[in-house]
C-alpha cells in the first residue's frame, strides 16, 4: 500500500481504498510511498504502552516543515537544522502534541485503532459512533469534511443528547446539550476517554448507555 502525505495534512492512499470521486492532488514535496517497517509499529506501541498515552506515526519531512515554522531565532534554527541531517528515519513517532502545531495533519498510524488506512480508521470511529446509538447529521458532506453525528436518550420526562463532531483526522469533540451547549471532550478519537467522558456526565440514562457498551467492548 502506497502513502503520501501531503503539505496539507490530508493523506494519498494507492491501495484502492479511497471513495469514488476523492480527487487528491500531490504538492511539490517528496514523501514516502513505501510501506511502514514493522519496526516503526513495534515502537511507537512501545512507547504508548510505556507512558498510557496514544502515539503516531507521522511523516518526518512534514513535521521538520512544521517545527522551521515555529523557530524564532538562528541559534534554534541551526539545531533544528543539524537534528534533521541527523534523522534520517522516514517516519517520526509523536503524540496529540504534535497536532497542536498542525491540528489538519494526518498521521500514518496510531496506537488507539492500530490501523493504517485512512479510511478503515475512519469507518471504525464512525462503526464506534453508530454502535453508542449516534445518528448521522443529514447536513454532513462526506468524511472529508467535519461530520456531525447525534444520540437522543429519553425516558419519559428524562432526556439526554450528545452531539460528536468527527473532524477526517479522527480528532473528536463530544458535546452534551442540557439548557446550554457544554464539551466534555474533545481530542483524538479514544474509545475510553469517550467512555470516561459520557460516564462522567451526571444523566443517568447515558451511565446505563456507558455501562452497557463498555460490557460489549469487553466482550467483544
Known amino acids: ?14 491501495d484502492g481504498s479511497k471513495p469514488d470521486g476523492l480527487v487528491e492532488k500531490e504538492g511539490s514535496f517528496t514523501y514516502e510511498r513505501a510501506e511502514i517497517e514493522q519496526c516503526f509499529i513495534d515502537e511507537c506501541e512501545r512507547m504508548a504502552e510505556e507512558t498510557g498515552k496514544t502515539h503516531f506515526l ?6 521538520h516543515l512544521v517545527k522551521r515554522k515555529m523557530i524564532m531565532n538562528k541559534e534554534d534554527r541551526r539545531e533544528s537544522d543539524l537534528s534533521e541531517l ?11 502534541r504534535d497536532f497542536e ?32 446509538g449516534f445518528e448521522p ?4 458532506l462526506g468524511q472529508e469534511m467535519e461530520q456531525a453525528y447525534i444520540l437522543y436518550l429519553r425516558e419519559g420526562e428524562e432526556y439526554e443528547k450528545f452531539i460528536a463532531r468527527l473532524q477526517p483526522n479522527l480528532f473528536l ?21 469517550i467512555f470516561d467522558a459520557i460516564d462522567a456526565h451526571s444523566g443517568n440514562l447515558s451511565k446505563i448507555l456507558i455501562r452497557d457498551a463498555k460490557i460489549k467492548n469487553i466482550l467483544s
Open 58 to 63: 507521522f511523516d518526518t519531512n512534514l513535521s
Open 173 to 193: 469533540k463530544l458535546i452534551v446539550e442540557k439548557d446550554e451547549f457544554r464539551t466534555i471532550y474533545n481530542g483524538f478519537f479514544s474509545k475510553s476517554k
Open 101 to 132: 502545531m498542525m491540528p489538519s495533519r494526518f498521521s500514518y498510524y496510531d496506537t488507539e485503532t492500530k490501523l493504517k488506512c485512512r479510511y478503515e480508521k475512519y469507518e471504525l470511529v464512525v462503526n464506534f459512533l453508530k454502535d453508542l
Open 137 to 140: 447529521s443529514e447536513f454532513n
Open 86 to 96: 541527523l534523522e534520517s528515519d522516514p517516519y517520526h513517532i509523536g503524540t496529540e
Open 1 to 14: 500500500m502506497n502513502i503520501i502525505q501531503l503539505p496539507d495534512g490530508t493523506i494519498q492512499l494507492d
